[in-house]
């Protein structure tokens, strides 16, 4: 699994990035979600990797 933490807010952010987090499933600061590893995932982390922290476990 992805372990996905958001590190920076949105605020400010287009709204095109504001959607990729909330894919992730993302909805505040600090706030950690699990993935299952797939190309999707994979994919939209690499779009907002500015925004996260991500630990494979």
């Given amino acids: 699994y992805y372990e996905v933490m958001q590190t920076r807010g949105v605020v400010g952010l287009p709204q095109a990035v504001r959607e990729k987090v909330a894919a992730l499933g ?11 590893v797939d190309p999707r995932a994979a994919g939209l982390i690499l779009d907002v990797r500015e925004l996260v922290s991500v630990r494979l476990t």
């Fill in 26 to 36: 993302l909805r505040r600061r600090n706030h950690v979600v699990w993935l299952r």
